[in-house]
């Protein structure tokens, strides 16, 4: 009996396994190698490129520095330069980018997926971004292979997934990469540091404008703004804290 229950328990346990229902308990275990933002939209932990330097692995970066290495990247469109990522398209992908960056090791680089909507044309179809990330010497490198990939209208047409190539540091493709404050190690290919000068600087505050000159007029008035505060507070139509609040009002002008 004995022997039976135990041939009986061991298939459980195989069939089980097959049918994916241990899968959780290990799956917590395995590191994690896919952050899937949507449907074409993805960051992917994948093996270095065979023959390159280690990279500096893994690497946490913040998530305000991030989105300003990303911000700074643009690319020519037809001959008209405009930002690689649009607005929303930086804050879906900031957070899954941290986490791979962060878990990243020396042999391994990032494949970057990301697809939406571009341009000012809201019926416009999504088009698709692929890229390499990795960070060596100091710098995020970004390796471009498309940057406004058409693809959704085949894929609605036909339900065939699409093959996406990624940017290699063996060949360059046919993207015109551009940064203010990376360095261009190829066409398709920028560098960004990572110091202290890799967020992009903010636009400095306007000066203030001079304060106008005051003249006897001006004081006068502000007189007559006080003496008539006074009479309401005198005829009750305003409490002592409201005076007191509008008489510093007035007084900070002054």
């Keep these: 009996m004995r022997s039976h229950f135990g041939a009986w328990l061991q298939e459980a346990v195989v069939l089980v396994s ?15 190698r896919l952050w899937q933002i949507g449907e074409f939209s ?3 932990r994948v093996p270095r490129e065979a023959g390159s330097e280690p990279n500096q692995h893994p690497r946490v970066l913040p998530p305000e520095q991030l989105r300003s ?47 939406t909507r571009r ?11 692929t890229a ?26 036909t339900r065939i997934p699409p093959k996406f190539n990624y940017g290699t540091r063996t060949r360059a493709s046919e993207v015109t990469l551009q ?16 110091g202290a000068a890799a967020a992009v600087a903010p636009l400095s505050a306007p000066a203030a ?3 106008p000159a005051r003249d006897n007029g001006f004081y006068q008035e502000q007189e007559q703004r006080l003496r008539g505060l006074k009479r309401l507070l005198e005829q009750g139509l305003i ?10 009002e007035i007084l900070q002008t002054l």
């Design 132 to 157: 390499r990330l990795f960070v060596q010497s100091e710098q995020l490198h970004v390796v471009v292979q498309d940057a406004r990939l058409e693809f959704m209208g085949a894929w609605i047409g």
């Design 209 to 211: 404008p001079a304060a």
């Design 69 to 115: 290495l990303l911000a700074s990247l643009r690319v020519l469109i037809k001959s008209k330069s405009q930002p690689l990522f649009v607005t929303d398209e930086i804050g879906d992908l900031i957070e899954p980018l941290s986490q791979a960056l962060a878990a990243a090791e020396p042999g391994e680089d990032l494949l970057l997926l990301s697809t």
């Design 42 to 44: 993805q960051v992917q």
């Design 18 to 32: 097959l049918t994916g229902l241990l899968t959780p308990a290990f799956a917590a275990d395995a590191p994690k």
């Design 239 to 248: 409490s002592e804290a409201e005076y007191q609040q509008k008489r510093r």
């Design 179 to 194: 940064s203010a404050t990376g360095q261009a190690r190829r066409k398709d290919w920028q560098a960004l540091p990572l």
């Design 119 to 129: 341009g000012d044309n809201v019926l416009a179809p999504a088009t698709g971004l």
